[in-house]
């Protein structure tokens, strides 16, 4: 048998293979997902600044009108049907009768279109990368991402593996990791509850930066470091 | 959008390519398929998969023997001690080990358990695809009680770890015949309960009787097996023509179909339900106390070879083959995945049938994407 | 490379492993469990049971003289054969009265670094016995390709296992209708099938 | 033809008070329809549904109506903006204008038109154009399929509903519809014409497109339907039509069959009167809810077989047997009678069919749709039977 070929006993290092870089530019222009992959921080989604445009009327009148819709969007996130691996048979029981998210007013719903939670349950794998991202851009503006699973997080037990993404922040901005490899439907329930109060606080407080990691201590409070000029740029880019 | 396809016929009548993508609400996951549609018929279909590869065959070259049974839960992740039995059979074939006698009675017990588990799954999913959404939360109520189960024995609702090389991780719980005695009269009102709902429904036989057919012979060159197959009429089940385990003790009797047509695959899936439910009574029966795991290493080393082993998994015949170098870590690990097989078989099953019965034959496959892909 | 686990100390009774170590033990933990003999190099106890020879009887008498090497482990013989008597064995097998392997059950690609081995596991459910054909494909490192005749012919099931060998091992099967990545995507370079293919170096993303 | 012309200033006025008033009332009852049916599917199901947002989850519909005004509009980029814009206004408008004839009570209505009926079957055609132009402006192949899908459903359940709807119009002499509640002041015409009722009820279903016949918002095919790329407020007015569609065919069946405010046994004041009339509108929406919750989805051949050799034979005998009895001045129990009778005869195949033994009928189904599919093959049916060499579109 070759196996124990004397010529190459199996301790000695193979030579390195490094492929050319896979050219970004035929999956076109990721938003935010810096060059070489690292996780893009989780800025989180900044939702629509509010129906009527910023400079127009004081912030006062608007500043409510955010709070009451921000109410109506927290208690009822559409989520799009949307399982990729294994995250999502817990996350179709999460939606069944035991431990029933129609109680939250949450539906699962099957066009893009018409949802507003996406909720990323599963391997992100390269080939689906692409799929990802067209979805979450055919989703209407105020929209969340929340990453199911170790393996949205960062990869989960298929890190550093070839066809994985180590994370589903490398392709869209995410709002609430939840860990757990599934984690169980309660976990996804206090995932979506802590994305409710980021709604909520983000409509009080303006868009915050920090993404919330679901079923930890108290979410870190945001410190009030954004600069005028991010600002206006969050602001700006969310309502084109 | 410019579309370029060479069709054997005239411009005006051209095929509209419907591509039911990776997200898809009846797609059981991320399984694409282009078809060729000529208003509501379906001419041709082509599938698309690796939408979930990742790679899990690469990395089980990288760890050791105890680190792949995690893995080889998250391959079939909704039937998962069938699959952490395939990959430690395989092993314990190659190191020539015999599992204890209690331990391979719990091995059983457990199986057939995740073997209801997942075609109470497949049965309400079906019935999702088909349109009837109240038994999909009825048949989630039974899967929630055999999960809540299985975190007594193993700590977790899903991924397991459970099975070890040798035998099993520990001991059961003390309540766990007494638990298992009760849960069984309730899954079996659960299954009679969607089988008296679901099984001969009027909509529910015209929208699946008669769709996807196929016969023994194609299906058999497809490589289609399990359900699938036992619905064309072939006998053909592991559990009785290779038996492994303790399956030559029980006595059970192996649905046969005789259309192979959609009804017949759910219809077996739910007789098979009762079959497991016997086994589990006479498997708990023969149980009696004694040592779960043998005198072995605590890190398995296999000795240099090779060694082929395959189970009866509920969506078919699951086959693990290991190459091992004498070293802690499989050399090459191989599995022959049932619903990468039975996708085979979905072309002819849905040629010149509609799109609506696409949807139906796909969901009575009852493929899951994580074993199609590995 | 893999450490030596510590040698149990003097008292080697009789204990299972699994047990947590039980508190009235006087607190300590108790001895580890007595330990086989370091493993040594053990001959491969490739022996084929009763049914294994019968099939291998069969094998033989089907195949015989094309296949170069043959052994067979508990029920499933196999035989070393030529690439270009493939084809043929394949087609033996499937039709000969004997074996009718009308079920092609596997067929995947084994990098033993200096050669690329590949292996048929055909089943015959009609017979109820299995066997495998293995085909040793001179190709190492990684870009050279090797070339064999595809089996969509005789099994439909070989389509799909040829174009997932391919997009892995790069191994080329003519004869098989389309041969598009199935497992990746268009633009991956490489194969990771192969031993030469890097765990963790490769990111795109 | 004068009195048109001399339209005074305080009658517009109050025609237009009457309509706000009648739209905010739509809506309240539109949300009250959510609610009902998100918490009676719960029921079905097992399990609670809304009770976070409110007491028993009362402010749900509201939640979802604030969330679905302040979403974005998207629409894509391919889209034909013109008809996308328009298509769920040529939805809404026929569903609301319907409502100005349908009386409440005696005098509480809109404009008691004398053909009261007429114009509610001219109107509720409309809501097809709507559709097929959202299927065809959203540009995307399963809105195209769904809009189709829907088109060929609509057209096919229009003839047995405007059918029963006339049988209705012959027994009670009159299209007004007060009129027609008046006269079933001593026997509501579902006791006289239970057929009329039962064709009106399955036409009614598939009209809104509820479960058994929802093929075109069958969400595991056609992903949502004509309104797959429709996203906040836009779709909002499609969610809102089609439940005041669903309205709207309970509260014909309840005024035309049950009798809508009226009391067989003596006179009821307008409150009360009004009061009974909800309740009926009620029960009957419940059990529109109530199929969705239990029954899977038809096939689109099956849904159209139905419609044409099951339903419209059956309503051409409905008009028959009326006619007889009112020709030949029959006392009305002889129609009740010979309704009874004409329905027995499917019934009496179905149950024929339901007694034979389970695996013998579903080895029926199965020859069955084996004769079907000879009877059909894939060459025949226009499309050349040909394996196409399918390449990957290459936008």
């Known amino acids: 048998m070759a196996l124990n070929d004397p010529s190459n006993p199996q301790g000695q290092p193979l030579p390195l293979f490094v492929p050319s870089k896979w050219d970004r530019e035929k999956q076109g222009h990721f938003v935010d997902s810096p060059e070489h992959g690292e996780s893009s921080t989780g800025r989180g989604n900044r939702p629509a600044a509010n129906m009527l445009p910023q400079g127009g009327l004081p912030g006062v009148i608007t500043g409510k009108l955010e709070q009451f819709a921000a109410l109506g969007r927290a208690n009822s996130l559409w989520t799009l049907t949307f399982g990729l691996a294994c995250c999502a048979i817990e996350m179709i029981s999460a939606h069944m009768a035991h431990h029933d998210f129609d109680r939250f007013g949450i539906v699962t719903w099957p066009s893009p279109r018409q949802s507003d939670v996406m909720i990323v349950a599963g391997t992100v794998v390269k080939k689906m990368a692409a799929p990802i991202k067209l979805l979450y851009e055919q989703m209407p503006d105020p929209k969340w991402v929340i990453a199911m699973g170790s393996c949205a997080t960062n990869g989960g037990p298929y890190y550093r593996s070839y066809s994985v993404v180590m994370g589903v922040d490398h392709i869209v901005p995410v709002d609430v990791y939840i860990p757990g490899c599934p984690p169980r439907p309660e976990a996804l329930m206090d995932g979506i509850m802590k994305l409710q109060e980021k709604i909520k606080r983000d409509a009080k407080e303006g868009p915050s930066a920090q993404p919330i990691v679901a079923s930890s201590e108290e979410p870190t409070p945001n410190e009030a470091t954004e600069t005028e000029e991010q600002e206006t740029h969050g602001a700006a880019a969310s309502s084109t | 959008m410019a579309t370029e396809y060479d069709t054997g016929q005239t411009p005006e009548t051209v095929d509209m390519m419907l591509n039911m993508g990776p997200q898809h609400p009846a797609t059981h996951g991320v399984f694409r398929m282009v078809l060729a549609v000529d208003g509501e018929r379906v001419v041709d279909l082509v599938p698309h998969i690796g939408y979930l590869h990742r790679g899990s065959e690469k990395l089980m070259e990288n760890e050791t023997y105890a680190q792949v049974i995690t893995l080889f839960d998250r391959l079939d992740y909704v039937s998962n001690f069938n699959n952490e039995l395939a990959f430690v059979r395989a092993v314990e074939k190659l190191m020539d080990l015999e599992p204890p006698e209690r331990a391979m009675y719990i091995r059983v017990i457990l199986c057939e358990l995740n073997r209801v588990a997942s075609h109470l799954l497949f049965a309400g999913t079906y019935a999702l695809d088909i349109g009837a959404m109240t038994p999909v939360m009825y048949t989630f109520r039974e899967r929630e009680r055999i999960q809540n189960l299985f975190e007594s024995v193993s700590g977790a609702r899903m991924m397991h770890n459970y099975i070890r090389i040798g035998g099993i991780k520990e001991e059961l719980p003390d309540d766990f015949v007494h638990r298992t005695r009760k849960l069984i009269d309730e899954l079996r009102r659960g299954v009679e309960e969607t089988d008296k709902l679901l099984t001969f429904n009027e909509v529910f036989l015209a929208r699946t009787r008669g769709v996807g057919m196929i016969d023994a012979a194609t299906a058999i060159s497809c490589g289609l097996t399990g359900p699938g197959l036992r619905a064309s009429g072939s006998t053909y089940d592991v559990r009785k023509d290779d038996p492994y385990e303790i399956y030559d003790r029980l006595d059970y009797d192996v649905p046969i179909g005789e259309y192979g047509d959609s009804w017949d695959r759910y219809w077996l899936r739910i007789q098979e339900c009762y079959q497991s439910l016997r086994m589990i009574d006479q498997c708990l029966d023969q149980l009696e106390p004694g040592p779960i795991m043998p005198q072995m290493r605590r890190i398995a080393r296999p000795p240099k070879g090779e060694a082929y082993a395959h189970c009866e998994n509920p969506r078919g015949d699951i086959g693990v083959f290991v190459v091992s170098d004498g070293t802690n870590k499989p050399y090459r690990v191989k599995v022959r995945p049932p619903s990468f097989c039975n996708l085979v078989a979905l072309r002819q099953m849905v040629q010149g049938s509609y799109i609506a019965d696409a949807v139906v034959v796909l969901g009575s496959l009852d493929i899951v994407l994580g074993e199609v892909d590995r | 490379m893999e450490q030596q686990p510590p040698q149990p100390n003097d008292s080697a009774q009789e204990k299972t492993l699994g047990f947590p170590p039980t508190p009235e033990a006087g607190g300590k933990v108790p001895p580890r469990p007595a330990r086989r003999p370091p493993h040594e190099e053990e001959a491969p106890t490739e022996v084929l049971n009763e049914r294994g020879q019968a099939t291998a009887a069969a094998l033989g008498r089907v195949v015989g003289s094309r296949a170069s090497s043959s052994g067979g482990r508990d029920d499933i013989p196999w035989v070393l054969v030529m690439p270009d008597h493939l084809f043929e064995v394949l087609s033996l097998m499937k039709e000969h009265p004997e074996t009718k392997m009308d079920m092609l059950h596997l067929l995947f690609a084994v990098d033993y670094l200096d050669h690329l081995q590949l292996i048929y596991i055909l089943a015959s459910l009609s017979l109820n016995q299995k066997a495998m054909v293995k085909v040793d494909l001179p190709v190492a490192g990684d870009d050279a390709q090797a070339t064999v005749d595809s089996a969509v012919a005789l099994w439909e099931a070989a389509g799909w296992y040829e174009r997932e060998t391919h997009d892995l091992f790069g191994v080329r099967f003519e004869g098989n209708p389309d041969m598009s990545p199935l497992l990746l995507y268009e633009g991956f370079e490489g194969f990771p099938g192969r031993k030469s293919f890097p765990f963790n170096e490769y990111t795109e993303y | ?395």
């Open chain 4, 1 to 395: 033809m004068t009195e048109l012309t001399a339209v005074t200033f305080s009658e517009v006025s109050v025609i237009a008070a009457a309509l706000t008033a009648l739209l905010t009332g739509l809506s309240i009852i539109v949300l009250s329809l959510v609610w009902i049916e998100r918490k009676f599917l719960g029921r079905i199901q097992g399990r609670v549904g809304p009770t976070r947002v409110g007491p028993f989850g009362l402010l749900q519909p509201v939640a979802d109506g604030i969330k679905l005004l302040f979403k974005e509009d998207a629409s894509p980029a391919w889209a034909n903006k013109g008809i996308f814009w328009a298509a769920p206004l040529l939805i809404f408008i026929p569903s609301f204008v319907l409502w100005i004839t349908i009386p409440f009570s005696n005098d509480w209505v809109v404009r008691n038109l004398e053909l009261g009926l007429f114009y509610f079957i001219a109107f509720s055609v409309l809501s097809i154009v709507g559709l097929v132009l959202a299927g065809w402006a959203s540009a995307s192949k399963y809105a195209v399929l769904g809009g189709l899908r829907s088109a060929a459903q609509l057209v096919s359940y229009e003839i047995p509903l405007i059918m029963a709807i006339l049988v209705v119009v012959m027994v009670a002499g009159s299209m007004n519809i007060v009129a027609v509640v008046s006269n079933q002041e001593s026997v509501p015409y579902i006791a006289i014409m239970p057929l009329g009722f039962a064709l009106f009820m399955l036409a009614g279903i598939a009209e809104v497109g509820r479960t058994p016949f929802d093929i075109y918002f069958a969400e595991s095919e056609v992903v949502g339907g004509p309104f797959v790329e429709y996203s906040g407020a836009h779709w909002a007015v499609f969610f809102l039509a089609e439940y005041i569609n669903t309205f709207l065919i309970a509260v014909m069946a309840a005024l035309l069959f049950l009798g809508g405010w009226s009391w067989p046994f003596g006179d009821l004041p307008s409150l009360a009167g009004l009061a009974l009339f909800m309740g009926k509108t009620y029960l009957v929406v419940v059990f529109i809810f109530w199929l969705r919750g239990t029954y899977p989805r038809l096939r689109i051949d099956q849904l159209m077989s139905i419609g044409w050799k099951v339903l419209l034979p059956l309503s051409f005998a409905n008009i028959l047997i009326a006619a007889f009895q009112l020709f030949y001045g029959w006392p009305s129990w002889t129609l009740t009678l010979m309704s009874l009778g004409v329905l027995a005869v499917p019934v009496y195949f179905q149950i024929r069919v339901q007694r034979q033994p389970a695996m013998e009928r579903a080895r029926m189904y199965a020859e069955r749709a084996i004769a079907h599919r000879a009877r059909r093959p894939i060459a025949e049916t226009g499309a050349v039977a040909r394996t196409v060499t399918v390449k990957e579109p290459s936008a």
